[in-house]
């Protein structure tokens, strides 16, 4: 059965700096999603992505996040400057046109110290 | 708002229970979704019911919605321990892709 896969499945960083998590969406598939879950909180809509740019966006997406489709398989989320509140699991999510269903991918747990 | 808001918040049975959990909203729907949610993992959808449907069901699950009260529940029959997980819902109103979660009610499903 395809599934949606992200990675890393772990990601540590200092303060300041930039990660990038990635994902690889349901081959198929035509619109994109990110999801944060802070720890003990609900899962966030960040992102939603279709045909090469973002079709919207949550307040939490600000300026220091970005994404991109760099070769028509990986989806990625890029945060270009961390903070500790960006501590949180990461979830990558596709859908394809005629379904209601969005397949969640396992997630990336990032850790900002 | 898209958002439901599921209800007990919590909710603890012995395996071979019945489970029941429910959920409100408070837009017009096109359908409904329900996830689950295993700690720590991604959410997986468990079954989908449209506005103009009142009850579907799928092996164990057992959705059933009314649109007149913006209501939906969900019982899970017979449970068992792997059941145990966050379950949430998703109302689905068509115009934006977004699927906007709820706090979950946490099922504990002791053996």
């Known amino acids: 059965e395809p599934e949606v896969t992200q990675t890393p499945s772990h990601q540590v960083t200092q303060m300041g700096q930039e990660v990038i998590l990635r994902c690889v969406p349901i081959s198929n598939h035509l619109y994109f999603y990110w999801y944060r879950q802070i720890l003990g909180q609900k899962v966030e809509f960040l992102v939603s992505?279709?045909?090469?740019?973002?079709?919207?966006k949550s307040e939490i997406f600000d300026d220091q996040f970005s994404v991109e489709r760099p070769d028509g398989s990986n989806f990625t989320l890029k945060i270009r400057s961390t903070k500790l509140e960006d501590s949180a699991m990461y979830f990558c999510?596709?859908?394809?046109?005629?379904?209601?269903?969005?397949?969640f991918g396992p997630g990336t747990r990032l850790t900002v110290l | 708002s898209q958002q439901g808001e599921e209800d007990p918040q919590a909710l603890s049975i012995q395996e071979g229970e019945n489970a029941t959990m429910n959920c409100s909203y408070k837009t017009s729907i096109n359908n409904l979704q329900w996830y689950r949610q295993n700690s720590g993992r991604g959410l997986v959808h468990l079954i989908l019911i449209r506005s103009n449907e009142r009850e579907k069901h799928s092996g164990r699950l057992r959705v059933t919605l009314d649109t007149s009260k913006k209501s939906s529940s969900l019982l899970i029959t017979a449970s068992r321990a792997a059941d145990t997980a966050s379950y949430f819902c998703?109302?689905?109103?068509?115009?934006?892709?977004?699927?906007?979660f709820g706090t979950g009610t946490l099922l504990a499903v002791q053996p």
């Open positions: 999510a596709s859908w394809a046109a005629g379904s209601h269903e969005q397949f």
């Open positions: 998703a109302p689905y109103g068509g115009a934006t892709n977004k699927l906007i």
């Open positions: 992505f279709y045909n090469n740019e973002i079709s919207e």
